[in-house]
């Protein structure tokens, strides 16, 4: 499957704790981006990487959350000290480049309880 | 702004039926213009895309249409299928940057 991966699909875990996502993009994309996409919204940014780089960050990406693309190839996201509302859909896309087809993975559903 | 505002926020349409869903933005940078379907469950797949030195664009039975003067945009699904029901979303990107997503329209296509 050359498609965008992510893991896990699923995860639960309690308030306070940490958590770790991982993307895999699709092979050679330059640009690896973040969303979250809470229940009957469309997905909201959160941050981005051309390479290695990370170019953009929103407002929404408190300092509990942090991501990383070591080397320019997979991704991870870090949610510390879960809060509630931070249960949402966390999705994966990449582009070739900027201004070309983003690809979206299935996503990682994150349940805070 | 970044926002762009998507319309209706449902839709029931009969098989064969037109569906159209519409959406605006306010940011006139935005230069790319895709729309994409997610099913319960998954991530969005990209449908179709518009740039806006096109008025109009069709795949199949996928069209967009382009009003860059009046900055809205909207996707028409001709003869539709229980198949196609799913969640529409339309987003914008400023080159360089990043998507910005409408906030969706739930299709619904009775049999």
């Known amino acids: 499957d050359t498609g965008v991966s992510q893991n896990p699909r699923h995860k639960i875990t309690k308030r306070g704790q940490n958590v770790t996502f991982r993307c895999d993009p699709i092979s050679e994309h330059n640009r690896l981006y973040w969303y979250r996409q809470t229940l009957g919204q469309g997905p909201e940014f959160l941050t981005y990487?051309?390479?290695?780089?990370?170019?953009?960050k929103s407002r929404l990406l408190s300092d509990r959350f942090s991501a990383e693309r070591p080397k320019g190839s997979f991704s991870t996201l870090e949610i510390q000290r879960t809060e509630q509302g931070d249960s949402a859909m966390y999705l994966c896309?990449?582009?070739?480049?900027?201004?070309?087809?983003?690809?979206f993975g299935q996503g990682t559903r994150l349940t805070v309880v | 702004q970044q926002q762009v505002k998507q319309s209706p926020q449902s839709l029931i349409v009969q098989k064969g039926g037109i569906s159209i869903i519409n959406c605006a933005y306010e940011n006139t940078a935005f230069d790319y213009f895709p729309w994409y379907q997610q099913f319960p469950g998954k991530g969005p797949a990209l449908l179709i895309a518009?740039?806006?030195?096109?008025s109009e664009k069709k795949e199949g039975r996928f069209t967009i249409s382009f009003n860059k003067s009046a900055k809205q945009f909207s996707l028409h699904i001709m003869d539709s299928q229980p198949g196609d029901s799913a969640t529409y979303f339309c987003a914008a990107e400023t080159s360089g940057s990043r998507l910005t997503f409408g906030e969706g329209t739930q299709l619904t296509v009775n049999p």
């Open positions: 518009i740039r806006p030195d096109v």
């Open positions: 896309a990449s582009s070739l480049t900027r201004n070309t087809e983003a690809f």
């Open positions: 990487f051309q390479n290695e780089a990370q170019l953009e």
